[in-house]
């Protein structure tokens, strides 16, 4: 809960410095860094949350299960950002299905991006980086993360209503409106 706390204040800062007329522009990279921020709150928080059979949780045949949807980020996070990085590595999470391991290379995979991220600055957010759709600014390939793992994000937070958790980023809404009465 500790947690949630201080995200909220973290995202309630950024909030009330967006609609401040006098504040300095927000930069594309402090703007990926919230973003990414968020994004990693949520998802970790999301495979915490579920318990270990809803893992194995499948809404339907021919969708991944909620494991899956764990190991599809590790694994493209681990692509998008050891390429970045210029250090390329493989986890090889869609092999496994226990929810600690899934989760150990979900923080890997976080861990390795966030080195990335962090290390972003206005000098080298041009910088063109090798990706799998072609040479791109390593920003883009930052925003491309955050945009593939909000969609994976998505659909683990029905899987979790499915099964009758509330997602992260409700709880986070929720914090952020009653902080405001």
């Known amino acids: 809960m500790k947690k949630l706390g201080y995200l909220t204040l973290l995202c309630g800062t950024a909030l009330l410095a967006q609609n401040n007329p006098d504040a300095a522009p927000v930069t594309s990279v402090q703007d990926v860094k919230y973003l990414w921020g968020l994004l990693k709150y949520n998802v ?6 579920m318990p270990e059979a809803g893992y194995a949780f499948q809404p339907t045949n021919g969708e991944r299960n ?3 949807w764990v190991a599809h980020i590790a694994d493209t996070q681990m692509m998008y950002c050891s390429v970045a990085a210029g250090k390329p590595k493989q986890l090889n999470a869609g ?3 226990k929810k600690a391991d899934l989760l150990a290379a979900l923080k890997t995979s976080f861990d390795i991006c966030e080195a990335v991220y ?4 206005e000098a080298n957010a041009g910088r063109i980086t090798p990706n799998f759709r072609g040479p791109r600014p390593l920003i883009s390939v930052l925003y491309a993360n955050i945009s593939h793992t909000n969609e994976c994000y998505g659909n683990m937070s029905v899987y979790l209503r499915l099964n009758g958790i509330v997602p992260p980023s409700t709880e986070l809404q929720k914090a952020a409106t009653s902080n405001k009465k």
Request: proline letters at 0%.
């Open 95 to 97: 092999a496994m299905t």
């Open 118 to 121: 962090a290390g972003t600055t």
């Open 66 to 68: 909620f494991g899956g």
């Open 44 to 49: 970790l928080e999301a495979a915490e949350k």
